[in-house]
C-alpha cells in the first residue's frame, strides 16, 4: 500500500506532501493547503508530520511491561521537564523499549486536537500523527537534517529542533554532555543548500560530519527510514484510530442493531412461508394425484412425468381426436349437466368418454330414480341413453350409462 507522507505547520494551513511507494518517491513533491493535500491521500496510508517544536520528545527508563501501566506512569516521569500541567498534555509511547528506555512523546491536548479537525475539516484521514524529528533514521547513530532556516537533530541521548542560528550551541551542549559513547561522526542531510555544513564545521572543530545529500528532503529520508512498527504514533489511547472510529460509528449501531434484527425477523418470516407453502403444494399434489386415479383408474403413469401433465396432455389428445365438430365431452357435460345437477341424491363417481360415446358411473338413492333419468337427459339433449350395467345395494343403486347422439 502507498504512503503519502504530509507535513503541516502549526496552523495547518500550509502543508507539503509527497506520496511513497516500495520506498520511491511517486511524483513531484506537492505544496498548497491541506485541502489540495485530499486527493493524494486517497488509498494511501497517511502519515501526518508535526513540527517538532510544538512536541515533547525524550528517552525515558520506565520499569514493567504492562503498557496500559507504562502510560499512567509516563506523565510522572516527564512532569519536571515539562512547561505545561500534566493534565493539558496527551502522552504516546513508543512500541517497545531499546536497552531499557522508551521513546516519549507529549503534546497539549488543545494542539492535538486542532490538528485532527484540520485534517477531518480537509476530509483527509490521518492513520499515524508524529514529530517530523522522528523522520530520520532512529538508530544509534547522531543524525542531523539541515534545511533553510530550521534543523532537526536526533540522537539516541535526546532530540530537538532549532533555527540554524542556534543550532551549534545547542548541537555542542548536547554532544558535552554526552559522557559516554560519543559519536564518532554526525551524519548530516543538507537539505538546506545554504552552506550550513561549513558554518558547523567553523564553529565544532572537534566534530567530523559526514555530509549526505538530500535531493527529496525530509520525505525521502523518511520514505527509507520510516518503520510503521516502531514509529511512536501521537495518535494512542483517547486520540487513537480505533476509538475514533467506534466514536464515529457509535450513533449507528442502535440503528444496525434493529437493521439486523429486522433483517432476522424477515427471514424467519420467509423460511416459516416456504414451509407451508411446501406442505401446501405436497397436498395439493396428492390431491392432484387421487384425482388422476378416479379420471383414469385403469391407465398407468408414464415415469417421469406429473400427473397433472399426464392429464394435460390427454385431454388434448381427446380435442384432437374430436376436432372442431360438435359432440365432444365439453358440449355433451354442457348438454347433460343440468339434468345430472337436478337428480336429488345422486353422486357422479367417474366420466368416461371414447369416439362421441360418454360413459357416466353413478350412484342413485333410489332405483326409481333411473328411468326418469333416462327420460330427460334423451328429452332434453335429443341423445340416445342406454344402461350398461346396474346394481343395488339396500336403497342404493350403482349405474353405469352411455350416452351418444343419436345416429
Given at each position: ?32 493547503s ?19 517544536e510544538?512536541v ?12 496500559q ?18 493534565e493539558?498534555?496527551?502522552?504516546a ?19 492535538l486536537a ?8 480537509a ?25 533553510p532556516e530550521?534543523a ?24 558535552q ?29 572537534d ?67 416456504y414451509?407451508r ?25 408414464p ?20 376436432g ?6 365439453s ?6 349437466g343440468?339434468?345430472?345437477k337436478?337428480?336429488q ?7 368416461r ?7 357416466i358411473?353413478?350412484?342413485l ?16 339433449t ?8 346396474a346394481s ?7 349405474v ?8
Open positions: 500500500m502507498r504512503t503519502l507522507f504530509l507535513r503541516i505547520d502549526p496552523t495547518a494551513s500550509q502543508a507539503s506532501w509527497q506520496l511513497i511507494d516500495n520506498a520511491q518517491p511517486v511524483g513531484p513533491v506537492g505544496r498548497g491541506l485541502h489540495d493535500a485530499m486527493r493524494p491521500a486517497y488509498h494511501a496510508q497517511v502519515v501526518v508530520l508535526v513540527t517538532t510544538d515533547f520528545v525524550n528517552y525515558v527508563e520506565l520499569p514493567g511491561k504492562n503498557r501501566k507504562l502510560l499512567k506512569a509516563v506523565p510522572f516521569a516527564v512532569e519536571d521537564q515539562l512547561v505545561e500541567d500534566v493539558n498534555m496527551h502522552f509511547l513508543s512500541p517497545q523499549a531499546n536497552n531499557g528506555r522508551y521513546l516519549v512523546t507529549a503534546v497539549e491536548e488543545k494542539m486542532y490538528w485532527q479537525s484540520a485534517l477531518r475539516a476530509g483527509i484521514h490521518a492513520d499515524v500523527l508524529m514529530p517530523d524529528v522522528l523522520a530520520l533514521p532512529g538508530d544509534n547513530a547522531w543524525t542531523l537534517l539541515l534545511e530550521r532537526l537533530v536526533r540522537t539516541p541521548v535526546g532530540m530537538f529542533a532549532s533555527d540554524v542560528g542556534n543550532l551549534p550551541l545547542l548541537l555542542g551542549n548536547l554532544y554532555q554526552t559522557a559516554v559513547d560519543k559519536p564518532d561522526v554526525i551524519n548530516v542531510f543538507d537539505c538546506g543548500r545554504a552552506n550550513h555544513v561549513a558554518t558547523l564545521q567553523s564553529l565544532m572543530r566534530m567530523e560530519f559526514n555530509v549526505q545529500s538530500c535531493p527529496d528532503g525530509i520525505f525521502g529520508i523518511a520514505a527509507k527510514h520510516y518503520e510503521p512498527r516502531t514509529a511512536v504514533n501521537l495518535l494512542q489511547g483517547d486520540y487513537s484510530v480505533e476509538r475514533n472510529l467506534k466514536k464515529y460509528f457509535k450513533p449507528w449501531l442502535t440503528a444496525g442493531s434493529l437493521l439486523l434484527v429486522w433483517v432476522a425477523w424477515q427471514l424467519c418470516f420467509n423460511i416459516f412461508n414451509l407453502l411446501n406442505s401446501q403444494s405436497n397436498q395439493l399434489n396428492e390431491q392432484l394425484a387421487q384425482v388422476y386415479k378416479t379420471a383414469f383408474p385403469a391407465v398407468k403413469k415415469g417421469g412425468i406429473s400427473e397433472r401433465n399426464d392429464m394435460e396432455r390427454r385431454l388434448k389428445d381427446l380435442r384432437k381426436q374430436q372442431a365438430g360438435g359432440g365432444g365431452l358440449e355433451m357435460l354442457g348438454q347433460t343440468p339434468v345430472l337436478e337428480m341424491g345422486m353422486n357422479i363417481k367417474s366420466v368418454y371414447f369416439e362421441g360415446r360418454m360413459d358411473e353413478l350412484s338413492k333410489s332405483s326409481n330414480q333411473l328411468d326418469p333419468l333416462k327420460d330427460r337427459i334423451s328429452k332434453q335429443g341423445m340416445t341413453v342406454e344402461v350398461q350395467q343395488s345395494k339396500g336403497e342404493q343403486t350403482d353405469r350409462l352411455q350416452i351418444k347422439r343419436k345416429g
